[in-house]
């Protein structure tokens, strides 16, 4: 059997952080997002898990149907992994999940985690990743009600 000490990762080199970048038609996962963010330098590790609520402005919601620019998201997530080390120098690790296609009630849609020695550090980071991610990520979302009707969510 392992020790607990085995399974730690290596030490944190000063300048070297860990990123992740993924868009999947997959169930996202939630231990293994975290399981990427954590490494022996941090004393924190912020999750944030975005789902698919079950109304929106009073209409019960049936599904959500995500559709991304791959290739520019991808890019996107890089930015602000590298813009987030820049403004809060002390994170170890961004990692940046989001679900494409037919999403159900109560799926998750996006995983941000982050990783820091400090939790103010890693709170901030990660909400800066997730609010920064909704403004330039080239990812879409359609709403389909119960009653039928669709609509694209914050499309220009």
Not at 56 to 62: A, N
Not at 85 to 108: C, D, N, P, W, Y
Request: proline share 4%; with cysteine; net charge neutral.
């Amino acid at each position: 059997m392992d020790s607990p000490t085995s399974r730690r990762k290596p030490l944190h080199f000063p300048n070297f952080m860990i990123s992740n970048f993924r868009l999947t038609y997959d169930v996202l996962d939630i231990n293994a997002a975290y399981a990427i963010a954590d490494d022996s330098a941090n004393g924190a590790i912020v999750l944030m898990s975005g789902m698919v609520r079950e109304q929106t402005g009073g209409r019960r919601v049936d599904y959500l149907d995500y559709q991304a620019y791959e290739p520019m998201a991808l890019q996107v997530f890089q930015e602000i992994s590298d813009r987030a080390q820049q403004k809060f120098s002390s994170i170890t690790s961004v990692v940046i999940h989001h679900r494409l296609g037919k999403l159900k009630v109560g799926e998750i849609s996006v995983l941000i985690a982050v990783g820091s020695p400090h939790r103010v550090e890693a709170f901030e980071a990660c909400r800066f990743a997730i609010d920064t991610l909704k403004v330039q990520a080239p990812i879409w979302k359609k709403e389909f009600w119960l009653d039928g009707v669709s609509s694209w969510v914050n499309c220009p």
